[in-house]
């Protein structure tokens, strides 16, 4: 769809061209027991060709936030404000005709769950074909011989068979790739990737993400991933995004990230990896406590009931702001010092949340 | 599927079997008379009723007596007691009549119903579906013998919109066989547009939470689309397996009270006016009938069903 030639490899030191520009973004949920707030003043960017990766635990609005770019959040009872330009375009308050345009053909998605997310009443060449079909002008037959390229391209063996094959006919994984050969399926600018391995067993897991990086390599797509796995992000990313309950808690490059993190959360993350190169320890280290409702967030940070060096500042909202000088796109909500946070996040030689309640044994 | 068509056929002649051996004896339980004499008629002689009892075998112990009786209504040799006309011939006669009103008023409920069903799904929780709601719900209540007579008082009687009942042949006369049945039909359909209406909002609610509902949205395909080939086509599993049975039910003697109220001489007047009169043999082979009914159309809907979802198809 965007004729020029990717651009190729990607050199993490240059910024790519703008993609997909998300400023201010925030979605709510009118529900019986109150408002909750999904996704509160989210700002970030992706660039053609680039991976950025959202982490995060459950219901800490990453998923909300990749659908809400879809429009696929509207209903009566949500409210969503702010701004998502995709390549200039804006998405957020787009008519149905506009996001119809859109959906698909310049962002796809890939779910979460291979298993549930193909209808299990049409044959999975079909469900290719029609997304073809909604967005281009070309004969049946035509589209299907481009879903059978797609899935022979995403690695399915035998494509032409089993494009005739319906959903309960293949593996997780295999079913995952017909989601990519989907998604594909129009050359999209922006893919969005919901927890794309999250319900696949390890070996698929690395699979598809090598489809996913090689997908970047060859169109110059940019990828969203929503995953609250980090060490899925760790070989893929360009950038990461931290969420918690609601809020993007600290973003930057994969570097900034994983050497020089600046949120305890993001400690606690880091920390909680279980990793082939460290010594095992007899407990795997475990953020203490549970996320909060989005209902009711704390006042301030929104970590702070969980943070083992909250201090007397946390009691105000911290802002998401670049608090290192020479790095202005590594940004979090933290008050604390950046040389108090070098000293305390080092807990056993490793970045971790230093506490004494580890839970997981 | 030929491998699942046959089984599924096999088990039907099973189940259609038991049935028929069930009927039977609790026929057997009923006191209703020596079946021999009555058989025979009032103005016959002993020797008469000998005959009539060594040839259905009542003398004979009960599986001979059900062998022969079986045999009697498949070579289509019955009799009713009063009557004394063959009880097959006249079912055979009764059934266009019933199947009139029995497809037309089936085919008004399910189209209904799915209007219905979607715009109530669609619209859940405002206006139109609470309307629908209550509509769905005085539907259901009302029982054929009650707005079947208030429909014919007002709209056939006082508005003489509708005819006064009777049936009228297709073959005979098209126009008349539709204004005829056009009251009936719409009896018939509102109490069950009231359960499919429910059923299907229900079922379509669940699908559209379903993930690959939303697959569908993300792929940028229209509203309706989404909803009539991903949302309905998987909704729809659980009305179709219901619209089957109901309908063959409704073949087999369901149709009782609407023929009754509207003077339709179909099947089930025929076994509502043999249950008056506790005449054995049209009930046994109106019963058994039924049950046919019954067992041929869930077998045709597990054929569609499996059509209509190939998960079906695998697993036995």
């Given at each position: 769809?965007?004729?020029?030639?990717?651009?190729?490899?990607?050199d993490?030191?240059?910024?790519?061209?703008?993609?997909l520009?998300?400023?201010?973004l925030?979605?709510?949920f009118?529900t019986?027991q109150?408002v909750?707030?999904?996704?509160?003043?989210a700002?970030?960017?992706?660039?053609?060709g680039e991976?950025v990766?959202?982490?995060?635990?459950?219901?800490?609005?990453?998923?909300?936030?990749g659908l809400?770019l879809?429009?696929?959040?509207?209903?009566?009872?949500?409210?969503?404000a702010?701004?998502?330009?995709?390549?200039?375009?804006?998405l957020?308050?787009a008519?149905?005709?506009?996001?119809r345009?859109?959906?698909?053909?310049?962002?796809?998605?890939?779910?979460?769950?291979?298993m549930?997310?193909?209808?299990p009443?049409v044959?999975?060449?079909?469900?290719?074909?029609?997304?073809?079909?909604?967005?281009?002008?070309i004969?049946?037959?035509?589209?299907?011989?481009?879903?059978?390229?797609?899935?022979?391209?995403v690695?399915?063996?035998?494509?032409?068979?089993?494009?005739?094959?319906f959903?309960h006919?293949?593996?997780g994984?295999m079913?995952?790739?017909?989601m990519?050969a989907?998604a594909?399926?129009?050359?999209?600018?922006?893919?969005i990737?919901?927890?794309?391995?999250?319900?696949?067993?390890?070996?698929?897991?690395?699979?598809i993400m090598?489809e996913l990086?090689?997908?970047?390599?060859?169109?110059?797509?940019?990828?969203l991933?929503?995953?609250h796995?980090l060490?899925?992000?760790?070989?893929?990313?360009d950038?990461?995004?931290?969420?918690?309950?609601?809020?993007?808690?600290?973003?930057?490059?994969?570097?900034?990230?994983?050497?020089d993190?600046?949120?305890?959360?993001?400690w606690?993350?880091l920390?909680?990896?279980?990793?082939?190169?460290?010594?095992?320890s007899?407990?795997?280290?475990?953020?203490?406590?549970q996320?909060?409702s989005?209902?009711n967030?704390?006042?301030?940070?929104?970590?702070?009931?969980?943070?083992?060096?909250?201090?007397?500042?946390?009691?105000q909202?911290p802002?998401?702001?670049?608090?290192?000088p020479g790095?202005?796109?590594?940004?979090d909500?933290?008050?604390?010092?950046?040389?108090?946070?070098?000293?305390?996040?080092?807990v056993?030689?490793?970045?971790g949340?230093?506490?004494g309640?580890?839970?997981?044994? | 599927m030929?491998?699942?068509?046959?089984?599924r056929?096999?088990?039907?002649?099973?189940?259609?079997?038991?049935?028929?051996?069930?009927?039977?004896?609790?026929f057997q339980a009923?006191?209703?008379?020596?079946?021999?004499?009555?058989?025979?008629?009032?103005?016959?002689?002993?020797?008469?009723?000998?005959s009539?009892?060594?040839e259905?075998?009542?003398?004979?112990p009960?599986?001979?007596?059900?062998?022969?009786?079986?045999?009697?209504?498949?070579?289509?040799?019955v009799?009713?007691y009063?009557?004394?006309?063959?009880?097959?011939?006249?079912?055979?006669?009764?059934?266009?009549?019933?199947?009139s009103v029995?497809?037309?008023?089936a085919v008004?409920?399910?189209?209904?119903?799915?209007?219905?069903?979607?715009?109530?799904?669609?619209?859940?929780g405002?206006?139109?579906d609470r309307v629908?709601?209550?509509?769905?719900?005085i539907?259901?209540s009302?029982?054929?013998?009650?707005?079947?007579?208030?429909?014919?008082?007002?709209?056939?009687?006082?508005?003489?919109?509708?005819?006064l009942?009777?049936y009228v042949p297709?073959?005979q006369?098209?126009?008349?066989?539709?204004?005829?049945?056009?009251?009936?039909?719409?009896t018939?359909?509102?109490?069950?547009i009231?359960?499919?209406?429910?059923?299907?909002?229900?079922?379509?609610?669940?699908?559209?939470?379903?993930?690959?509902?939303?697959t569908?949205?993300?792929?940028?395909?229209?509203?309706?689309?989404?909803l009539?080939?991903?949302?309905?086509?998987?909704s729809?599993?659980?009305?179709i397996?219901?619209?089957?049975?109901?309908?063959?039910?409704?073949?087999?003697?369901g149709?009782?009270?609407?023929?009754?109220?509207?003077?339709?001489?179909?099947?089930?007047?025929?076994?509502?006016?043999?249950?008056?009169?506790?005449?054995?043999?049209?009930i046994?082979?109106?019963t058994?009938?039924?049950?046919?009914a019954?067992?041929?159309?869930?077998?045709?809907v597990?054929?569609?069903?499996?059509?209509?979802?190939?998960?079906?198809?695998?697993?036995s």
């Open positions: 769809m965007t004729g020029s030639a990717p651009p190729p490899d990607v993490p030191g240059a910024a790519p061209p703008t993609l520009e998300v400023s201010g925030s979605v709510s009118r019986e109150g909750v707030h999904a996704v509160e003043d700002s970030f960017t992706v660039g053609r991976v990766a959202v982490v995060g635990e459950s219901g800490s609005g990453k998923s909300v936030t809400t879809m429009g696929l959040t509207q209903s009566p009872n949500a409210t969503i702010g701004s998502a330009k995709l390549s200039g375009r804006e957020i308050g008519s149905q005709a506009t996001l345009e859109v959906r698909g053909a310049e962002i796809a998605m890939i779910f979460q769950d291979p549930s997310s193909l209808n009443v044959r999975v060449g079909e469900q290719i074909v029609e997304q073809i079909r909604a967005h281009e002008e004969a049946h037959d035509a589209a299907l011989a481009r879903a059978v390229e797609l899935m022979e391209r690695g399915i063996p035998r494509a032409r068979d089993r494009s005739r094959a959903p006919e293949f593996s994984g079913r995952q790739r017909v990519i989907m594909l399926s129009c050359s999209p600018r922006l893919l990737a919901d927890e794309p391995t999250t319900a696949l067993d390890v070996t698929i897991q690395a699979q090598e990086g090689l997908l970047r390599r060859e169109t110059g797509a940019g990828i991933l929503v995953t796995d060490g899925v992000v760790a070989d893929i990313a950038r990461i995004i931290v969420m918690y309950a609601g809020q993007i808690v600290e973003q930057g490059s994969l570097d900034d990230l994983f050497y993190p600046q949120h305890p959360y993001t606690g993350l920390g909680s990896i279980t990793r082939v190169d460290r010594v095992r007899a407990r795997l280290p475990a953020i203490p406590g996320p909060p989005l209902l967030a704390p006042a301030g940070c929104h970590f702070r009931p969980r943070c083992p060096h909250a201090f007397d500042a946390c009691t909202p802002a998401l702001e670049a608090r290192l790095s202005p796109a590594h940004r909500r933290c008050f604390l010092e950046p040389s108090v946070k070098r000293r305390i996040r080092t056993d030689g490793a970045i949340l230093a506490t309640e580890t839970v997981i044994s | 030929a491998r699942f068509v046959v089984r056929i096999g088990s039907a002649i099973l189940v259609m079997f038991a049935t028929s051996v069930l009927t039977f004896l609790i009923i006191p209703s008379g020596d079946p021999a004499f009555r058989l025979a008629g009032k103005y016959s002689t002993p020797a008469q009723v000998e009539i009892r060594r259905w075998g009542f003398d004979k009960i599986y001979v007596q059900y062998v022969k009786t079986m045999e009697k209504i498949f070579d289509g040799s009799i009713s009063t009557q004394q006309l063959n009880v097959d011939q006249t079912v055979i006669h009764d059934l266009p009549a019933t199947l029995t497809i037309g008023g008004i409920w399910l189209l209904v119903s799915v209007l219905f069903g979607v715009l109530s799904a669609i619209r859940a405002r206006y139109l629908l709601t209550v509509l769905a719900f539907g259901l009302m029982p054929a013998f009650f707005l079947g007579d208030i429909a014919l008082y007002y709209l056939g009687y006082k508005a003489k919109i509708f005819p009942g009777d297709l073959t006369n098209p126009g008349a066989w539709f204004s005829h049945l056009l009251l009936p039909w719409m018939l359909a509102v109490l069950y009231g359960i499919y209406s429910r059923i299907l909002r229900s079922s379509l609610l669940d699908t559209l939470g379903e993930d690959y509902v939303r569908a949205r993300a792929k940028g395909i229209s509203e309706r689309r989404v009539i080939r991903h949302a309905l086509r998987n729809m599993i659980p009305l397996s219901l619209w089957g049975l109901d309908f063959a039910s409704l073949l087999g003697g149709t009782i009270l609407i023929e009754e109220v509207f003077n339709i001489n179909g099947v089930g007047k025929y076994v509502g006016d043999s249950i008056g009169r506790l005449d054995v043999p049209p046994l082979v109106i058994v009938f039924a049950a046919f019954v067992v041929a159309l869930s077998a045709i597990d054929i569609l069903y499996a059509a209509l979802d190939p998960r079906i198809r695998l697993s």
